[in-house]
C-alpha cells in the first residue's frame, strides 16, 4: 500500500526556517520522481520543487529559488523540503506527490503558517 506522511510544518516568523519531511512507505522512492506542493487558502494547489528518480535533478518554480532546498534520504525512504528566508506568501498546506504506474499519490498535507 503505497502512502506518504508529511511533517514538520508549524507556525514560524518571517525569516525563518521549516525543514519539511516526506515519508513514503509501500515502494522505493528513489524510484519515482518525488514532488511538493502547497496549497493556500482560496487558491489553487501548485507545484514548489521536485526531485528526479534518476539523477536526483531538483527544479524549483520561481517564487521558492535560491529559498527551497529539496533533498532526498534513501535510506529512510523519505524527501525533505528545507525551507528558509520564509515569506507570509509561503502560507500553505504543503503535500508531496509521486506518480506511480499511472496513479498519483498524495499525503494528508501539513500546514505551514508565516506570521508575526
Known amino acids: 500500500q503505497v502512502q506518504l506522511v508529511e511533517s514538520g510544518g508549524g507556525l514560524v516568523q518571517p525569516g525563518g526556517s521549516l525543514r519539511l519531511s516526506c515519508a513514503a512507505s509501500?515502494?522505493?522512492?528513489?524510484?519515482?520522481?518525488i514532488g511538493w506542493f502547497r496549497q493556500a487558502p482560496g487558491m489553487e494547489r501548485e507545484g514548489v520543487s521536485c526531485i528526479s528518480s534518476v539523477d536526483g535533478n531538483t527544479y524549483y518554480e520561481d517564487p521558492v529559488k535560491g529559498r527551497f532546498t529539496i533533498s532526498r534520504d534513501n535510506a529512510k525512504n523519505t524527501v525533505y523540503l528545507q525551507m528558509n528566508s520564509l515569506k507570509p506568501e509561503d502560507t500553505a498546506v504543503y503535500y508531496c506527490?509521486?506518480?506511480?504506474?499511472?496513479?498519483?499519490?498524495w499525503g494528508q498535507g501539513t500546514q505551514v503558517t508565516v506570521s508575526s
Open positions: 506527490n509521486v506518480h506511480r504506474r499511472g496513479s498519483d499519490y
Open positions: 509501500g515502494f522505493t522512492l528513489d524510484d519515482y520522481a
